[in-house]
Structure formats: structure tokens, C-alpha cells
T-cell receptor, first 113, second 117 residues
Framework: SQQGEEDPQALSIQEGENATMNCSYK?????LQWYRQNSGRGLVHLIL?????REKHSGRLRVTLDTSKKSSSLLITASRAADTASYFC?????????????FGKGITLSVRP | GAVVSQHPSWVICKSGTSVKIECRSL??????MFWYRQFPKQSLMLMAT?????????EQGVEKDKFLINHASLTLSTLTVTSAHPEDSSFYIC?????????????FGPGTRLTVT
């Protein structure tokens, strides 16, 4: 079953605008990660935020995590046409000595040039 | 960064035949590898977790006799789709965990697109 649910499912913006994507999850997590996937390609890891962190930055990316609301957001600032892709949040739950990475359904981002 | 490769990147096979997909960690050792499948415009669903030298752990609903996983070394895991049918057509992605890093960090391969005719 899927742990994360992204919102919105699809987002279309103009180049230069900011894109905000949200992810909600159901159970306690160890960390949450965001990935990008270009059409028909593999996954690219964007950023990881641990459960004891509230915000992280990486270049034009800003991720927040609110464990009380069980939600995370990914902000892409000054978007570019090359940011067009599907974005997935993935939660990591620890199970004993192992961990399980579970993906949400994904958000399709289209950036118009 | 850590690199995971998959081979082949795409394959077309006839119904009833078997197909083997390889997943390799190129610059690190992976005691644990994961296999996911992804249908068009959908998310990745974990199929199984393989640990080097032991049997794979399959997720509920995944047929272990149909999707054979072998993790024979610290750098190689294989997924064999046996007696493939058109409904097995999908994008298969593997990932590997670097045993020397944080144990929840996974690195993903580029995926293998399987088309069964």
C-alpha cells in the first residue's frame, strides 16, 4: 500500500514561477525523500529530510516537514522547462534492522517555456 | 555518488518466455537490493527485497515463483520474469543500499522497460 499521497496530482506553471508540491503520509517515519523522474527514465534523488528536521534547502529546492501534520512540501523556485517531470515523495519506515521505502503516487509538473 | 546500473535497459519478449534483468552496484557493496515495478503514469510498487546470500522477501501479492530473485553477490541481483505474459509488461527498477552508509539510503538504477508481446 502507498504511504505517501502527493497533492496536486498535476501542476502546470510558467517558467520562472515557483512550484509547490505537497505530500501527506499516514504513519510515523524515519525520513522522507523526494525524487524526480523524467518520462520513461529512472529516479533521481533530490533531497532527504529526517524526522527531526523541519526544513532543508538544496539549490532551488526547499523541503519542509511537519511531523505533527504528517506532511511535507517541496518548493522549486524559479522553475525552468527542464524541471518538467514527475515528482514522488517517499517515506522511510524502520522495521527492525531494515527499512522500507514507500512511494506516493507522484505529481506531474509541467513548466511552460 | 553511488551508481546502480541495470541491464538491459529495454527488452521485448514473446509471451511464455523468461526474461532476466540484472542490477549492479558499480562502486559500492550492497547487502540489500530492492525491486520495484511501475506501470505507466503510476507510482513505484515494491515487489521484493533481496539480501545477499539469502532468499528474497516478497511483498504481498507478488508471486515468488513468477518473479525469481537472486542476490548472488554484494554487487549483483537478478530478477527473472518467468513465463512472461503481456500483463507483466512494465518498467522494472532496482535499487541498492550501500552497506557502509546510512542504512536507509537507497540508490536507484535507470530501470528496465519490459514489453511482452
Amino acid at each position: 500500500s502507498q504511504q505517501g499521497e502527493e497533492d496536486p496530482q498535476a501542476l502546470s506553471i510558467q517558467e520562472g514561477e515557483n512550484a509547490t508540491m505537497n505530500c501527506s503520509y499516514k504513519t510515523s517515519i524515519n525520513n522522507l525523500q523526494w525524487y524526480r523522474q523524467n518520462s520513461g527514465r529512472g529516479l533521481v534523488h533530490l533531497i532527504l529530510i529526517r524526522s527531526n528536521e523541519r526544513e532543508k534547502h538544496s539549490g532551488r529546492l526547499r523541503v519542509t516537514l511537519d511531523t505533527s501534520k504528517k506532511s511535507s512540501s517541496l518548493l522549486i523556485t524559479a522553475s525552468r522547462a527542464a524541471d518538467t517531470a514527475s515528482y514522488f515523495c517517499a517515506t522511510v519506515v524502520l522495521t527492525g534492522a531494515n527499512s522500507k521505502l514507500t512511494f506516493g503516487k507522484g505529481i506531474t509538473l509541467s513548466v511552460r517555456p | 555518488g553511488a551508481v546502480v546500473s541495470q541491464h538491459p535497459s529495454w527488452v521485448i519478449c514473446k509471451s511464455g518466455t523468461s526474461v532476466k534483468i540484472e542490477c549492479r552496484s558499480l562502486d559500492f557493496q550492497a547487502t540489500t537490493m530492492f525491486w520495484y515495478r511501475q506501470f505507466p503514469k503510476q507510482s513505484l510498487m515494491l515487489m521484493a527485497t533481496s539480501n545477499e546470500g539469502s532468499k528474497a522477501t516478497y511483498e504481498q501479492g507478488v508471486e515468488k515463483d513468477k518473479f525469481l530473485i537472486n542476490h548472488a553477490s554484494l554487487t549483483l541481483s537478478t530478477l527473472t520474469v518467468t513465463s512472461a505474459h503481456p500483463e507483466d509488461s512494465s518498467f522494472y527498477i532496482c535499487s541498492a543500499r550501500d552497506q557502509t552508509g546510512d542504512f536507509y539510503e537507497q540508490y536507484f538504477g535507470p530501470g528496465t522497460r519490459l514489453t511482452v508481446t
